[in-house]
């Protein structure tokens, strides 16, 4: 059993805790589920977490507001038991993530299916030549009767080829560089988008190429101003890496908790491999990064909570320390596991596969560590 300690800590409400415990009872028993088919055992995950009302908290209907410790302790306790439990999720959440905070009502009629599991969302902002640099966005939005006609090209969409709905982020042109993004929200199904190619990655889960040729969207599919998409995606950003950093500390707990169980059991000398210093100074060292990125993780959705403007910094660190430190608590429970670490079909191998791209997604730990400097020097 993982140590729940952290659900004392004061960043957390009656109602957090209550949310936990429901979700840890039917995480028990509705996961790990079958990853055979990633698009079949995605739409399934959507369908369930949606009936057992989990997904609501992925988003926020009319009048409402993100919770996003709601939104790290769902995606924590997710990814302990099941990481691509945790990514269908986070992906209702990031996908609409532009909807809850800036969405006019009728776009968040959109809300309502994914948060309810009848529709699946993507986030489309990542180009072939546009990762880390999101001002370099290339995909065209032209200005047309009525609406925007789209153009271009769009790669490392999650949920691409399996979602009904996009938030695309395409260039408007009021200014040059970020000042001239707009976003804007695409059904699946718009004459034009086409799903050019499925990228396989060493967690699978779906993931595509997306082409946009000639999309038309209304006046009504813009989010936001014209020309504010980057600061709108940024705003997304903050809210969702905290995240990133609470599903990070998930696969972290879950690597101590396997970690744990192999050092009791496993037999050295005629005794357990946790009788052993140097096997206690691992362990150790792993429950201090945990703790610390737990405090990283909550500290940052605690200040949003409390209606901070921005927590561009806060986010930044925790979603930069959660991964970074995770990451190395799994590297440690491989380790710790000798050949079975490493074994194809191993937790801990599975767990070390998954780790990997949250270091990457959602701003690189570069781009994190570039936040956090502007951060201090401006
Ligand atoms: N919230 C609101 N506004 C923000 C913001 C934030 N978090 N971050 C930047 N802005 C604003 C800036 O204040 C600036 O506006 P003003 O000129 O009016 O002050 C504008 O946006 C441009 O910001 P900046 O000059 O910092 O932009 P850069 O092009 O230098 O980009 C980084 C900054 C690299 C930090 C940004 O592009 C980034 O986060 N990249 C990673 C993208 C990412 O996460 N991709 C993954 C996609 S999802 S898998």
């Given amino acids: ?88 999720f986070a992906m209702q959440g990031l996908g609409m993530g532009a909807v809850s905070l800036f969405g006019t009502p009728a776009q968040r009629e959109w809300l309502e299916r994914t948060r309810t599991g009848g529709a699946i969302s993507g986030f489309a902002l990542t180009e072939p030549g546009a990762g880390s640099d999101v001002a370099n966005t290339a995909t065209l939005a032209r200005r047309v009767e009525g609406g925007y006609r789209l153009s271009g090209e769009k790669t490392y969409i999650s949920n691409g080829g399996i979602a009904d709905v996009y938030v695309v982020f395409a260039r408007t042109g009021e200014a040059a560089g970020a000042k001239g993004l707009s976003a804007f929200l695409m059904p699946a199904d718009k004459p034009g988008l086409t799903i050019a190619g499925r990228i396989e990655v060493i967690a699978p889960h779906p993931l595509a190429q997306l082409r946009l040729d000639d999309v038309f969207l209304p006046e009504s ?36 908790d396997e970690a744990l169980a192999r050092t009791q059991a496993r037999q050295i000398q005629g005794a357990p491999l946790a009788s052993l210093q140097m ?14 990125a737990a405090l990283l993780v909550y500290r940052a959705a605690w200040t949003k909570d409390q209606g901070a ?53 959602e701003g690189a730990s570069d781009v994190q560590r570039v936040v956090i400097a502007r951060s201090l020097l401006s």
């Fill in 279 to 292: 096997v206690q100074g691992h362990l150790a060292d792993m429950a201090l990064k945990i703790d610390a």
């Fill in 221 to 256: 599919a813009l989010i936001g101003k014209p020309g504010e998409g980057f600061k709108l995606a940024m705003s997304v950003l903050d809210v969702f890496r905290p995240t990133v950093g609470a599903a990070a500390l998930g696969l972290a707990r879950r690597a101590l």
């Fill in 1 to 88: 059993m993982s140590d729940r300690s952290f659900l004392d800590w004061p960043f957390f409400e009656a109602r957090h805790h209550e949310l936990a415990a429901a979700l840890e009872e039917w995480a028990r028993a509705h996961l790990p589920v079958d990853h055979g088919d990633v698009d079949q055992a995605c739409r399934g995950l959507v369908r369930d977490l949606g009936a057992a009302g989990f997904l609501r908290h992925s988003g926020a209907g009319e009048g409402e507001r993100l919770d996003v410790r709601s939104l790290c302790l769902i995606r924590e306790t997710l990814a302990r038991h099941d990481a691509l439990a945790d990514f269908s």
């Fill in 309 to 361: 403007a921005r927590i561009t910094r806060e986010a930044a660190m925790a979603k930069l320390y959660a991964t970074e430190a995770a990451q190395q608590v799994i590297d440690a429970a491989v380790q710790l596991h000798g050949g079975d670490g490493v074994r194809v079909g191993s937790k801990v191998e599975e767990l070390y596969r998954d780790i990997r791209a949250l270091r990457i997604y």
